[in-house]
Each structure stands twice: as C-alpha cells, then as structure tokens.
C-alpha cells in the first residue's frame, strides 16, 4: 500500500474532526496586544526612562509615586472582633524597590492620604493610619499589616494588567503607542525585545490539580478548567502558584496545545477559550516569562518573542524518521488526529496573522512529502479553507520554492440546523461536548479527493472563488446587528477582570 492509499484509509477511518465554532483572531489579538504592553510597562517599571512614560509621579525613596485618576478603594474588608469592618480607600501608588511593608515592585502607597473607614453601629467615624504610631483603641498594627496585605493582594490581581493601570494616567494610551515607546513594533507576532525579562520553557510534570470552587461541584473539569482561563487574561497575577495548563482529552476535545522546541521543552501553549457571549472561539498564544533578581515566572498572553513562530509538533518533525506531513490550518485538527497517526507521518499546524506566512518557520518542512489538507471547520467553509490554501501556495512558491504541496480536500458534514444553516449554541463548555456527542461531525468519505496537478487545484480554487461570490450578497447591516456588535466591542473589558470597586 502507498503513502496516498495509507491517508484515503486513515481520512476514512480515523479522522477526527473538531467542532464548528468560529474562531475569533481579532479578540485574541485584543488580548494579545494588551498583554504584549503590560509585560513591556513591567519589564521597564524601574528603568530611567519609566517616567518619562508615565509623564507624572513623584521620587520617593528608591521608588516613584504615582496618583491615581480617582481614589481606588477596596470594599473587601477584614472583620475584627465581630464588631469592626475596614474599607480601604488610596489615593497613590508606588513603583520601585521592595519595602518593609511589602515585596511588590507595584504597591498601594500608605500613608495619611490613604484612609481606612472603621464602621460600628450605630457609631462611625473615619481613622488615619499611622503605621509608626497606631492609637486605636481596639486594633493592633498587626491586624492592621495584615490586612493591608490582603488589599495589596488583591489590587495585585485587579491590576495584573500593568497596561489598564498605566493607560489611566500614562499619555500612551493604546497598547501600539506603548509598544513604540519601549522600541518595539505595536503587533501581535512581531518579535518582542526586552532587557530585564525573557521567556522561559514551561515546567515538567506541571501536573497540580484544578482548584474547585463549592458552586463548583456539578461542573465538568473542563468547564472549571475554561473559567480557570480566564484568570490568566491578559497576564496571570505574579507569585509562587501558577495555574496548570493540562492538555488532556474529553473524547475528541483539547483545551491546552503546547508548542515544543526542537528538544521537547514547552516554549508555548495556546488555550482554547469558549465564548458563549459571541458564540466563538478563542485560540490564545501563553507564555511564560522569568524576570530579574524574583523567583517565580509569569504567564503572558503573547506568543513567542521571536521573529518567526515554530510550526505544531515540530519536534516530531524533526525526527529523521519522518518522511510525511499533514499540514493543516488549525492547531486542533493537527493535535486531535496526531493521536491517531501512523508511523512515520505528522501531523503539523501553524499559527499568524491572516495571510502574513511570512511570521512562520516553514524550513523544518524541507525535504519533506506534504499533504496540506484542506477542510472546513471552525465555521469556515471548504471554499474559503481552499482559497487559504491557494495564498500559502503562492507564498511558498515565492520565498519557500523548496517546499512543494500536495491537496487533499476533505469535507465534512457537521449536520447544521435551520433555514440559516446555523449550529446549535452553547451556554457552556458543557454544551459544546454534547452537542458533539448528539449531533457528530461525519466526513464525507466519498467526496475526498487527492488533487493530482496544480492545475486541477488552481482550477478547483477558481471554482471555490465564484462560489464564494455568488453567496457573498451585501446588505446592509440591520438594526440588531449593529447593536450586538457595539455590546461585543465592550465584552472584552467588562468579563474577565474586576473593577476596583467590585
């Protein structure tokens, strides 16, 4: 049996195909560049130049103080004695060395401008703190301490996002501008420079459980694991606990893509985030990143810092003994059907900028026999994935000639519903596993086709284009979706992070 042969019976018997979510780049690179400026505002925090950025602030001693727009308080509060709440209010900020009051780089500052109301019923009145001499009453500067730690913590977590903090006060008021200030190009994959911080591999046997929540008990791992997601967005909280990226499997479904190095090592993980607001998809490049002179890493929301990204499973591709690659255009079909692939085939996937191949390192591909499959998933039609093909064609004919693909179109029924032919929607994770399960994805074995000559695919391309064309009728936009898209606009501010007065 040939190579071809050994395909058309894995594509008929073997294939997995994955949901039909669209997938949404332009929120994940909303998410992307905003964590690209905030790890850019954190690696130059205590440069020379950071005020010159901030364009406000006071020295103090060994850090700057800054003001915030209005005063940030704090209504999560710590009980004493069953008869006091404390509701923190500050006016400031600080920036540099760590104190004797805390550890942070990024601190509230505490002095007479920041206020702790102490309510009694049916007294109340407000109390400065002085941290040097406290004459309460009733509280010990330790109680105090301790509870200013716990607010510091959490305006850690608020703010996790240096760039929403800075952007308030900063005259740099989009993560572009801030990227051009600290001498980098204002886009997702362009390489990412900084002196005081670098991306590190993520750790072996990282295998800590997921944290359950009590409103919690009834869900899937996979759904605690989606809302765990969240926390990372755009840049997880600094410190010792990290939360876990596992890539496991519910059946056909993955939530976790690592991107290995030529040596195995983790260097990327991309996270697939399901939107119920939008009905979409998200595919989030994670990396993780060590800084000077502190002993924990941090999670980033970019993709590698480098000028080309690695292609999926390269170091399966790299081995000698592979002689066949699947190339496809998406990550999961790659990971779901490489766990089913024979031996001395891979299966292989690349991520970028719509149509900017060149962000890609496509030499591990050289001397190699590529399929590239062509499909429709992630609500793209078979047309449209097969016009995609044609422009990496034309790319690698031109900056790659070394490198020759073969078409393979494979189609797939994903049994839509309705006169609009719109799949079923999701509440939750949940609902996407079931309706996979209720409704499953068939491959149309008898349409599969291996293309023989270019000349037949360009032809096949000319064909899908003036498909494309004649169910491409514009019209203008109504009412509601003019609206959904305005609310839309406003979900990636307002779901995943607390509001300081929360």
Sequence with gaps: MNTQDELKEFFINSFIPIDNIPENTTRRDSICMEARASLLIEANCTSEYFPAFMKSGVPGSNCWIYKFPQPWSCKHSYQFNNNYKLNWSFEEFEIGTPSINSTNIWRLKVESKSNANINESPFNYVKQIDWEKHDGPRFSNENLKEDFEQVNSYFQQVYRSRFRLCSLI???KTPEQVCRFFGNRGEVFAKLKSDSMCSDCFPKNFNQPVPK???QVDWS???IEQEMFLEILPCSP??????????KYVGWFCQVFPFRNEYGEIRMQLIKLCEPKTQTKCLIPVTTWIRENYPYNQYFCVPLPEDKQPLYNLDLLLKPETETVILIDSVELADSNQRNAFDGIVFTSFICSPEHYEQVDWTPLKNKTIYYLITNHSGVSLESAALKARKLKEYLNKEEPEIKLLFVTLPVDYKLEGHLGRSRTFKNVDDILQNYEEWPPVVKTTEIKFWESDEE??????????IIKSHNIIKPPTLAEITKYSQQEEIFFSEWMPRPSE
């Design 238 to 247: 600094q410190g010792p606990y990290q939360l876990p990226l596992h890539k």
């Design 221 to 223: 791992e996979a759904r």
């Design 457 to 466: 695919f360009l032809e096949f391309c000319a064909e899908a284009e003036e």
């Design 213 to 215: 929540r009590n409103d």
């Design 170 to 172: 900063s005259p740099y």
